[in-house]
């Protein structure tokens, strides 16, 4: 299984992507803009990752991005502002102004789909990239 992030924006307020599967845009993805993949407050660099199947004591079933440059415990979760990232990555439905910044919103849908696409695997392949 192959999931794709095609990232579409980025700036202080974040990374904002489509997240793909089969060709079909599913969901929308936000993460920290780009500081030179430094821990906690960076997005991960362009590229292929392995995704794998984790329990997290915070989120629960989750799926962590594997093999990222001096980086670990990169989750996929809720949220809807890049604050909420701490260097993960967030799922959610919309685009929107939340508390007077750029966010996503229905996270909670758009991760349920997430969840769904990926509930018969273990692990995944990853791409992210640029338009």
């Not at 089969?22 to 590229?47: H, K, M, Y």
């Not at 695997?121 to 992210?128: H, M, P, S």
Request: charged content about 20%; overall charge negative.
């Amino acid at each position: 299984m192959i999931l794709t992030i095609k990232r579409i924006a980025t700036g202080s307020n974040g990374t904002f992507g489509v997240f793909i599967y089969n060709d079909i845009p599913f969901a929308l993805t936000l993460e920290r803009e780009w500081l030179d993949n430094q821990r906690s407050i960076s997005c991960i660099p362009v590229g292929k990752y392995i995704c794998k199947l984790v329990n997290s004591p915070k989120f629960g079933n989750t799926f962590e991005i594997t093999n990222v440059p001096g980086r670990s415990a990169i989750l996929f979760h809720k949220g809807n502002l890049d604050d909420d990232s701490h260097g993960c990555i967030l799922v959610g439905e919309q685009f929107e102004i939340v508390r007077g910044y750029p966010g996503i919103l229905a996270s909670t849908k758009g991760y349920g789909e997430f969840m769904q696409i990926t509930r018969n695997v273990d692990e995944f392949e990853l791409e992210i990239f640029w338009r």
